[in-house]
């Protein structure tokens, strides 16, 4: 099978259950922010060293996987004629809570915050700070999808939950790496 298919030459594109879109939809704008969130998330994991933490993010990627597949499914595509679920995986509370615990057990050993952090640090946590913002337009863009086509608010819960969980991943990783944080404290300008 090649690679290339031809069919999106004239700016269409396929979801998942065969619609043909506008590669400039709010669907397809959407799962291909999440892609660009996997595939950040793939730099930074190149710069981190530490195998639980390396462990959590490919667990993560994984999940994004499902999000895009579901982003990239309409509502009315999600089962099949024959009543069973057209995509085998799909996000749920399990997942959210599953980042809740990861960032709590990272939070217990990081000084309580009391400025805002300058993103940056070490190569790593200035990856996972990038990866943060983007993470942050993927779940705008599938709030902008929610308004004219549902959504699923798992799928936006686990952005915005996934998005602080980066945040405090890029505060842990820079203390492994003994990179001091730089704050943003408008008393000190």
């Keep these: 099978m090649k690679i290339y298919t031809k069919t999106g030459d004239k700016g269409q ?18 799962y291909g922010n999440i ?3 996997n595939s950040f998330i793939g730099i ?6 530490d ?17 895009g ?23 749920a509370e399990t997942e959210i809570e599953e980042l809740e615990q990861w960032m709590d057990a990272f939070d217990e050993k990081l000084e309580p915050l009391q400025y805002f952090i300058l993103p940056g640090g070490g190569k790593s946590a200035t990856f996972l ?3 943060r913002t983007i993470c942050r337009r993927a779940e705008r863009s599938l709030v902008f999808l929610n308004e004219s086509e549902e959504v ?34 408008p008393n000190e300008r």
């Design 13 to 30: 594109t396929a979801l998942y259950g065969g619609t043909r879109v506008s590669k400039a939809s709010a669907r397809v704008d959407s």
């Design 35 to 37: 892609d660009e969130l």
């Design 44 to 49: 930074a994991k190149s710069h981190i060293q």
């Design 51 to 67: 195998e639980e933490v390396l462990k959590q993010l490919k667990k993560i990627q994984f999940d994004l996987f499902t999000v």
């Design 69 to 91: 597949s579901e982003a990239a499914t309409p509502v009315d595509k999600l089962m099949l004629a024959n009543g069973k679920s057209r995509l085998p995986l799909i996000i």
């Design 129 to 131: 700070h990038a990866a």
């Design 152 to 185: 699923r608010p798992e799928l936006i819960k686990y952005l915005n939950r996934l998005s602080d969980y980066l945040f405090v991943l890029a505060r842990y990783v820079s203390k492994l790496n003994g990179e001091p944080e730089e704050y943003w404290n």
